[in-house]
């Protein structure tokens, strides 16, 4: 059973940094794109950034030049460093993973992990 758990969401001043964890666990496969997603109270989740496989990111426009995605293949984990946190930032985040599930994919998502940026 493929799971991701996530870890390092909290509370933070804006202007503050976390650090958000992703580890995905139950696949003989490494997975394929990673991702963290966000969704504010009222708010359709939405994508802050996505790496693949070798490495290629893609981010929000508001998120860019703040927010790095980087993987570990061997860990099978994806992080997300937020700099400069602005109120705005607030939501909940969610990991997401492309997983091999033979003989197709399937994308599988974290459990959430609440971010509150104040002012």
């Known amino acids: 059973q493929v799971q991701l758990v996530e870890s390092g969401g909290g509370l933070v001043q804006a202007g503050g940094s976390l650090r958000l964890s992703c580890v995905v666990s139950g696949s003989i496969f490494r997975p394929d794109d990673m991702g963290w997603y966000r969704q504010a109270p009222g708010k359709q989740r939405a994508m802050v950034a996505t790496?693949?496989?070798?490495?290629?990111?893609n981010y929000a426009d508001s998120v860019k030049g703040r927010f790095t995605i980087n993987r570990d293949n061997v860990k099978n984990s994806v992080y997300l460093q937020m700099n400069s946190l602005k109120p705005e930032d607030t939501a909940v985040y969610y990991c997401n993973a492309l997983v091999r599930v033979l003989p197709g994919s399937r994308a599988y998502w974290g459990q959430g992990t609440q971010v509150t940026v104040s002012s």
């Open positions: 790496i693949t496989s070798d490495g290629n990111t």
